[in-house]
C-alpha cells in the first residue's frame, strides 16, 4: 500500500508579523465591524485561510493586535519616565505628546465598536489604562512633589482618579461625536485644564502690566 506524501507548504517567517502589522492599520482606521478577513487577505496578498493557520477569527486577530499594541505603549511610556534628564514639566510634555499621537490613530469607528460590540476588550483596555498607564503619571507628579516642581500639598490619589473619571467620562464616542473632538484633542485639552488650571496667575498679570507700562513710556 502506497503512502501519500502531503506537501506542507513553507510560509515566509515574517507573515504573522506582516499580518499583525497591517491588522493594526486597517482596524485603527476603519474599525473592526468595517474589515473583514477577506479585505485584509486581498490586502495583504493572501488567502483567508492563510490569516486561519495564525488566528482562530478576526476577534482573536484584533485581540493580538491589541495586546501587541499595549506591550508597545508600555515600553515607550516607561521610559518617558525612567528618562531622569528632562524636567517634570517636560516628561509630562512628552507623557502627553506621545499618548495623544497614538490616540490620533485611532478612530471613532474603533472605539465605537470595542465599546458596543466588544465590550470585554474594552474592558481590558480600561484595566490597562488604570492598572499601567496612569500609575506612570503618578510616578511624574510624584517627582514633581520631591523635586519642589509640584505643589507639594496635592492629593496626587484624588488628582489621578479625577483625572481618570475625566477620561472615561469624555472618550465616550457618543460624547466625541456629538461635540466633534478628536481623541488625541481631547486628550491634550483634559491634561491642559487639569494641570494649568484656568486662572491667570498674580505673576502673569504683573508681567502683562509691566509690560503695558513698559510699551507706554516708550512713547
Do not use: C
Amino acid at each position: 500500500m502506497k503512502t501519500k506524501k502531503v506537501s506542507i507548504v513553507s510560509l515566509p517567517p515574517d507573515l504573522r508579523s506582516r499580518i499583525l502589522k497591517r491588522s493594526r492599520e486597517l482596524f485603527f482606521k476603519h474599525g473592526y465591524s468595517n474589515l473583514s478577513l477577506d479585505e485584509l487577505a486581498a490586502d495583504l496578498g493572501i488567502s483567508k485561510a492563510t490569516i486561519y493557520r495564525y488566528f482562530s477569527d478576526k476577534e482573536a486577530l484584533l485581540r493580538t493586535v491589541i495586546e501587541e499594541t499595549k506591550e508597545w505603549v508600555l515600553s515607550h511610556l516607561v521610559a518617558i519616565v525612567k528618562d531622569e534628564r528632562p524636567s517634570v514639566k517636560d516628561k509630562l510634555a512628552a507623557f502627553l505628546e506621545f499618548l495623544s499621537r497614538f490616540m490620533s490613530g485611532i478612530s471613532q469607528e474603533l472605539i465605537r465598536d470595542l465599546r458596543q460590540k466588544l465590550p470585554h476588550l474594552w474592558k481590558e483596555m480600561d484595566e490597562f489604562r488604570r492598572r499601567q498607564v496612569f500609575p506612570l503619571i503618578s510616578e511624574i507628579v510624584s517627582e514633581g512633589v520631591q523635586k519642589k516642581e509640584v505643589k507639594p500639598d496635592l492629593d496626587t490619589r484624588l488628582f489621578l482618579e479625577i483625572f481618570w473619571h475625566l477620561v472615561q467620562e469624555f472618550m465616550n464616542p457618543d460624547w466625541l461625536i456629538s461635540h466633534d473632538y478628536a481623541p488625541s484633542e481631547l486628550l491634550h485639552k483634559i491634561f491642559h485644564i487639569m494641570f494649568y488650571g484656568i486662572l491667570v496667575e498674580k505673576n502673569s498679570r504683573k508681567k502683562s502690566s509691566r509690560a503695558k507700562f513698559t510699551k507706554r513710556g516708550r512713547k
